[in-house]
């Protein structure tokens, strides 16, 4: 009896379903004095490692706490059964099964196989002011709010703020510094953020100063590693 055990397609949480196959053959029959040409009943298990759940193991297999089951019934010798079972893995890594089948007339076997599990980088971008309208020679507060939705962490992130003509630069606080690029009034730089996790949000606040009636839009542009182009939100305000 031999065990096989394969993974089909590439693990990729949130959307992609890691899937994999096992085939479980038992050739007995031919040149076999333990088979004697019947046919006997073997229980295939898929081992789950910690972090990885069943979605459906199909063909009427038993989902467990660690583990998948099919009990295949009848196998004829020299004939070959297959079962799949979707997974779920929860966190991203190199993720390593294991398969084995058991049968009355014949001794447990087991084989394996891996593959890596990557997270999806995925980013919400927000700016919002706080008052609107606002008076001329009143302040105005922006509040940025960079939340990570995807299962893969993001290095990196930073963000470059561009002030109106109609707006001048007071101050900026958050999770990194903020300041005005050099030689400049209108571009405000934020120092970059190392790591920001999954779930997790940054937040920053700018305080401009109106300095015309009208109506300002204040923009800003949001770049991670993950990201070949930069998401850009604009925050229109009026001022009177």
Avoid at 97 to 104: F, H, K, N, T
Wanted: with cysteine; charged share 20%.
């Amino acid at each position: 009896m031999t065990v096989r055990l394969a993974i089909n397609g590439f693990g990729r949480i949130g959307r992609l379903v890691l899937r994999a196959a096992i085939e479980s053959g038992a050739y007995f029959g031919d040149g076999d004095p333990e088979a004697g040409g019947q046919d006997f009943d073997y229980a295939l298990t898929l081992l789950l490692p910690a972090g990885v759940e069943a979605d459906g193991p199909g063909e009427s297999g038993l989902v467990l706490e660690n583990h998948v089951t099919w009990v295949v019934l009848d196998l004829a010798p020299g004939t070959v059964v297959k079962r799949c079972a979707v997974l779920r893995p929860r966190e991203p890594g190199v993720l390593s099964l294991v398969a084995e089948a058991r049968g009355a007339c014949a001794p447990v076997v087991q084989t394996g196989c891996s593959t890596v599990v990557a997270g999806i980088p995925a980013v919400l971008l927000e700016v919002v002011d706080l008052a609107d309208p606002v008076e001329v020679r009143g302040a105005v507060t922006y509040e940025i709010r960079v939340l990570n939705q995807g299962s893969a962490a993001l290095t990196q992130v930073r963000w470059t703020g561009r002030l109106p003509e109609t707006q001048a630069f007071v101050l900026a606080e958050g999770q990194t510094s903020a300041e005005l690029e050099a030689g400049t009034s209108r571009v405000l730089l934020a120092a970059p953020l190392a790591v920001l996790e999954p779930g997790t949000t940054a937040v920053w606040r700018v305080t401009v100063r109106a300095d015309a009636a009208g109506e300002s839009r204040f923009t800003v542009e949001l770049t991670a590693d993950q990201f070949r182009a930069a998401i850009v939100e604009t925050e229109s305000t009026t001022q009177y």
